[in-house]
C-alpha cells in the first residue's frame, strides 16, 4: 500500500500520453478553448463513475462539503482553467518553443511552494531526484523544440518564457489546493475523498468554460458535438488519468508525484519512436536517462 502512488502515477501519466495525441489531433478542427472544454466535458461522466464506484465499492455516503473542501476546490479549478488559458496564449507567442520548455520546469516549482507555502518537508535525495528529473525533462523539450544551450537560459527574461513559466506555477499550485480540499475531510479513504473532489473541480471547469464559449464562441459548440467519437476518446484518457493524479496527490506529496510524473516523457518519445519511427538525438536520450535516474532515486532511497 506504501508504494501504491507509484502504479497509479505510472498509469496516469500513460493515459496523459494519449489524451495529449487526442487533444493535439482535435486542436487541428477546432479552437483551443472547445479542445480544452472536451477534456473537462467529455470526462466529466467518468469522473462520476469512480465517484460512484467508490460509494458502492466502500459502502460510503458523500461527506458534508463545507467551506474547507469547496474553497481550495475552486481554487484549483481556477488555477488549472488559468494555466490551460495561459498555455493558449502561448500558442500564439512567436518563441513558442522556449515558453513550453519552461512549463516543463513545472516540478521543481512545485517543490519550491511546497517547501514554502504547504510544509511538504524534502529531504536532501529527494531534492537531488526532483532536480536531476526536470534538468533531464529541460533538455528532451528543449532539444525537441530547438532552443539549444545558452540561448535557454538567455531567453528567461524573454515574455514566452515568463508565461511559460506561469503556466507551470498554475498548475503546480492548483495540485496543492486539490490535495488539501481531498485531505479536508479528514476520511482514511482516499478513493472517496479523491473522486469527490474530482468530480467538484471538474464540474466547475466544465460549467465555467462551457459558459465563457457559449457567450464568446457559441457556434464552438458545432464541432464538439461533431467530433464526439475523438472528444470521447479525450475525455476518457483525461478523465481516467485525472482519477489517477487526484488519487495520488491524496496519497503522496504533490512534490514527489509531479517529479515521478516526468516519465510522462519517456513514455511520449516512446510512441514517436516506435509508433512514428522517428529517431532520438544524444541529446534527447541523455535527457531521458536524466529523468530515469531520478525517478529511481525518488522511488527508491527518497522520504
Given amino acids: 500500500m506504501e508504494h501504491l502512488w507509484i502504479a497509479i502515477v505510472l498509469v496516469a501519466a500513460g493515459l496523459q500520453t494519449a489524451r495529449n495525441a487526442g487533444q493535439k489531433h482535435l486542436s487541428g478542427q477546432m479552437s483551443a478553448l472547445a479542445a480544452a472544454w472536451v477534456r473537462f466535458g467529455y470526462g466529466l461522466p467518468f469522473a462520476f463513475l469512480y465517484l460512484w464506484w467508490a460509494l458502492v465499492w466502500f459502502d460510503l455516503e458523500i461527506p458534508e462539503l463545507g467551506p474547507a473542501f469547496l ?3 475552486a481554487i484549483a479549478a481556477f488555477l488549472q482553467v488559468a494555466g490551460t488559458a495561459l498555455l493558449i496564449f502561448l500558442f500564439r507567442l512567436r518563441n513558442f518553443a522556449i515558453g513550453s520548455t519552461y512549463v516543463r520546469s513545472e516540478a521543481i516549482v512545485a517543490a519550491v511552494i511546497g517547501t514554502a507555502f504547504f510544509g511538504e518537508v524534502i529531504g536532501w535525495v529527494g531534492w537531488v531526484a526532483i532536480t536531476t ?3 533531464g525533462v529541460l533538455l528532451i523539450s528543449a532539444e525537441r523544440s530547438g532552443v539549444a544551450g545558452l540561448a535557454l537560459f538567455r531567453s528567461i527574461f524573454n515574455l514566452s518564457a515568463g508565461v511559460g513559466l506561469l ?11 486539490i490535495r488539501e480540499a481531498s485531505l479536508s475531510f479528514g476520511h482514511a479513504n482516499f478513493a472517496l475523498t479523491a473522486s469527490v473532489t474530482l468530480v467538484t473541480v471538474i464540474t466547475l471547469q466544465t460549467v465555467a468554460l462551457g459558459l465563457y464559449i457559449a457567450v464568446t464562441r457559441p457556434s464552438a459548440f458545432g464541432a ?5 467519437k475523438p472528444g470521447l476518446m479525450v475525455g476518457v484518457t483525461s478523465a481516467f488519468g485525472s482519477m489517477g493524479w487526484f488519487t495520488a496527490m491524496t496519497i503522496q506529496k504533490v512534490s514527489y508525484v509531479k517529479a515521478l510524473a516526468q516519465v510522462e516523457f ?9 509508433f512514428f519511427k522517428e529517431r532520438s538525438t544524444r541529446g534527447e536520450i541523455f535527457g531521458m536517462t536524466l529523468v530515469a535516474i531520478g525517478i529511481i532515486v525518488l522511488v527508491l532511497f527518497a522520504k
Fill in 133 to 135: 528529473s526536470v534538468i
Fill in 167 to 177: 503556466a507551470g506555477a498554475a498548475y503546480a499550485l492548483g495540485s496543492f489546493f
Fill in 224 to 228: 464538439i458535438a461533431r467530433l464526439w
Fill in 71 to 73: 474553497i481550495p476546490s
Fill in 266 to 274: 519517456i513514455f511520449a518519445l516512446g510512441v514517436s519512436i516506435l
